[in-house]
């Protein structure tokens, strides 16, 4: 089969797939316009694995991968039924699974499910397969990329890969109002479970790191830290639920607990997470069995642990945004779903003498979503002017914005 780009010039329908971590994405959406594109999200299915990590307190990858398996299948029905897009052969065909299967070798289960999956249905409306390459972990990226390959080949889709960090700042343009060429520069955060960057935006094509985490990521500094005092994971969620319960209950309106807010006053804009954690591990090592389980402690620790975290990120990002004289803020990742950090930074914004637009998505696309990825290849696609070859497509876990 070749591959053939059927795409009209302004308008594309997009299947994206996403397995960068422990959640299985997929999504299709509809794209129309050149320069400052509109997107409609025909359907964006998550299938979370929180359950599998939960007794971990983190993600294993050997359990994620096992679990994309399982779930790629359903997770595309799911969203093609949702998009109206799932019909089923009405007459029966002999289709040749070759090259399926030797795409798919490396997951049998995943062959097993797609083979039944492409037997009974019908080849979806869609122009192009979007799919994320990287960053993530390893075997897990590989699951979705050897899908949408697999996919992309029997239906005879073009197929685009997508960097995974662009697409949380990509995802901006879902909003109501588009990303224009106006916006730029802008300065933007990326923070995640696996991810804290920050990064200068000349345009849609020109990215500069300006700085990053040199240890843990602000996502897994709360993932960690609620390890320690007992919370469930992902932390992020269960540390902003107590710290909202202990300020409602303070007089005080402060902690007791003072964390180190790491590198808040360095001149570079790279980040470090892992002392606040060690800080934390010490601090609770240091209390009596019974403070450990009070949960007055539990919760001032919490605000603390979050409003530390505020502290660095907001800074360092409004620092650069002065410095490269940034038109917008934007923001990205899990833990921009945060909404004391929202709500802090929107305060930030409002108290500094020029106007600066803070862009940040709406909260169910703040965290690992396909839709994010379906919008970012329909940007690349725009930029590159055509799709990849299927075979060229590789899973890299470390892959860097460039
Ligand atoms: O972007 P994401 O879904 O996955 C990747 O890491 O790529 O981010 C997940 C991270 C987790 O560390 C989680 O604890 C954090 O985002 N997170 C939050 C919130 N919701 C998710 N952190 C703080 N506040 C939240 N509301």
Redesign the pocket.
Known sequence: MTITITMTKNKATILAIET????TCVAVIEAKGQKSPRFKILSNIVSSQVEVHRKWGG?YPTFAKREHQKNLVPTLKKALKKAKMLEIFNKFSNFNFQTLKEILSREEYLLKESEKFLKKYQKPRVDLIAVTIGP?LDPCLWVGVNFAKAIAFFWDIPIISVN?TKA?IFVNAINKKPLTQKDFPAVCL??????TQLFLMEDFKKYKILGETRDD???????KT?KILGLS????????KLTSQWKQKSSRGRASVILPRPMINQKNYDFSFSGLKTAVLYNFKSQTLKTRKNKQYIKEMCYEI?QA?IDVLIKKTIKAAKTYKAKTIIL??????????RRQFNYKLSTINYKLNFLVPP?NL????AAMIAVTGYFRWKKIKKAEKWQDIKAVANLRIT
């Open positions: 960068s971590c422990d959640d993600v993530g995974h949380h990326i923070v995640s479970g696996g991810n990521a602000a996502g897994e500094c709360f993932d609620a994971y992902p932390g992020g969620p269960a540390i902003e979050q975290i990205g990742g899990g833990v921009s779903a945060n909404n004391e950090l909260k703040c965290t690992d979503n």
